[in-house]
């Protein structure tokens, strides 16, 4: 099986702007999680999708969110991009509870 | 909520040596602890996984092991090759509700 894509793998952004993540979770999976991945505060959980309805949420502010679609892809947008930002976003796919991730999204904020 | 304690925060070990990495968690209700590894540029992949009914679990060289009523769990890899040389992470959650809480990791270095 195909392992879990995330595209793009690098992105370099400005302050004030907004970025769409994509995420393609390993087929027949139906939940996709995403985090996010810096060296100060290690893995922390943005949010997890099933079936396209969110089921957990992090604390994230709002300029976060995500969705999911009908075929399990999933995408996170961040609105007016912050230099705090910058960070690996993984995204992980699961069947029941272990999860599989992406190798990431590395996004940088100038 | 959850917190995930994980120490050592590195650790560097002769080849062939074992290495033990500890985690502790806050919350009784967890039941669920995975540990990912992870490699430079790469995301992080599981390695192995315990779940609170089970005191311990070995495959090959790695096993994990539990202890529900002091709340810690702790990794143990046996026989260290460089290629065990990564970022490794614990985590906590129960299973089927709430999501994965990570410890923030420890840098193992194994040393030819």
């Known amino acids: 099986k195909a392992g879990v894509t995330q595209t793009p793998r690098y992105l370099i952004k400005t302050r004030g702007q907004q970025v769409t993540l994509s995420c393609s979770p390993i087929?027949?999976?139906?939940?996709v999680s995403w985090y996010q991945q810096t060296p100060g505060q290690g893995l922390q959980f943005l949010f997890e999708?099933?079936?396209?309805?969110?089921?957990n949420k992090g604390n994230f502010p709002g300029r976060f969110s995500g969705r999911q679609f009908s075929n399990s892809r999933s995408e996170m947008n961040v609105s007016t991009l912050e230099l705090g930002d910058s960070a690996l976003y993984l995204c992980?796919?699961?069947?029941?509870?272990?999860?599989?991730f992406g190798p990431g999204t590395r996004l940088t904020v100038l | 909520g959850e917190n995930v304690e994980q120490h050592p925060s590195t650790l560097s070990v002769q080849e062939g040596d074992s290495a033990v990495i500890k985690c502790t968690y806050s919350d009784s209700a967890s039941n669920y602890f995975p540990w990912y590894k992870q490699e430079l540029g790469k995301g992080p992949q599981l390695i192995i996984d315990i779940r609170s009914n089970v005191g311990e679990k070995k495959d090959q060289r790695i096993a994990v092991t539990l202890n529900k009523t002091a709340k810690h769990f702790s990794l143990h890899i046996t026989e260290t090759q460089p290629e065990d040389s990564a970022v490794y992470f614990c985590?906590?959650?129960?299973?089927?509700?709430?999501?994965?809480?990570f410890g923030k990791g420890t840098r193992l270095s194994v040393i030819a």
């Open positions: 999708y099933f079936s396209e309805t969110q089921r």
């Open positions: 992980a796919s699961s069947p029941h509870n272990e999860q599989f």
């Open positions: 985590a906590a959650s129960t299973e089927g509700n709430t999501p994965l809480v």
């Open positions: 087929s027949g999976h139906r939940s």
